[in-house]
């Protein structure tokens, strides 16, 4: 009997254009979101909206800088 053993790895990857200091964010109806893709499996991927609540760029920006340390930092733990 042959069996096969599947092992789901999730990978994160993070592009940042240090072109634009807008990356990642999007303006809709007065109040910047952050919008970013991530892929659970390797065939599949979800956008991912959500509201920063603020029409401040500069605030926006702030949060979009925290919610990346914050993600990055969680995932080098889940690696070690």
Known sequence: MNKKTSIQTEAL???IDE??????????N?????????YPTPVTAARIRRSLKTADILKARELRDEFFKEILSTA???AA
Do not use: E
Request: proline residues 4%; charged residues 5%; glycine residues 4%.
């Open 13 to 15: 990857s993070l592009r």
């Open 19 to 28: 072109s634009n200091p807008n990356h990642h964010l999007w303006f809709n």
């Open 30 to 38: 007065g109040t910047w979101w952050i919008h970013y893709t991530i």
């Open 76 to 78: 080098s733990q889940l």
